[in-house]
């Protein structure tokens, strides 16, 4: 019965080793899982065998060969996925902006060619005549001030001049 055993366990060794190296030739996806799926083992007799355990897990971290195509673990496609929704975040941003400034600017251009609003010259006018009246603002604030001045230097002088004339 031993003996039956251990030619079980052999066996069994030998389908997980012919999985192991069949996996790797394929360039197939190399799990524990998947390997004791194709060598008709349960998951636990790999882990029960750490020499074997050891083995698939160098077997999935071994770059595959040139030529053939590289496993993808989830983490990475999840990493992938998740760039991938990020980029498409920001490209839907982008797009809103761009819609939003082409629709105003089609809005200005169409305002512009209705008449509705005002001609391009006329507010320009409009626009110069608010800047001249504030520059006239200006001034006559400067010409109070100057004028508020020049009363106080004469009042200064009629004091000094009466001063002056008072003194015995």
Not at 53 to 66: D, G, I, K, N, Q
Not at 91 to 115: D, I
Request: glycine fraction near 4%; charged fraction near 35%; avoid cysteine.
């Amino acid at each position: 019965m031993i003996d039956g055993k251990r030619a079980d366990s052999a066996r069994r060794r030998e389908r997980v080793l012919k999985a192991v190296d069949a996996a790797v030739a394929d360039g197939g996806d190399i799990t524990v899982s998947s390997l004791a799926r194709s060598a008709r083992v349960d998951r636990t007799y790999l882990y029960r065998h750490p020499d074997l355990l050891e083995r698939v897990h160098v077997a999935a971290s071994t770059p595959v060969e040139r030529g053939r195509m590289a496993a993808v673990s989830r983490t990475s496609l999840r990493t992938d996925l998740a760039n991938a929704l990020e980029a498409n975040k920001r490209l839907t941003a982008r797009v809103r902006q761009l819609e939003k400034r082409l629709s105003t600017q089609l809005g200005e251009n169409v305002w512009a060619e209705s008449g509705l609003g005002a001609p391009v010259d006329i507010d320009q006018l409009q626009r110069r005549i608010a800047s001249l009246e504030q520059d006239l603002a200006d001034k006559r604030g400067e010409l109070d001030e100057r004028t508020e001045e020049l009363q106080a230097a004469r009042a200064a002088n009629r004091e000094l001049t009466r001063s002056l004339n008072q003194r015995p």
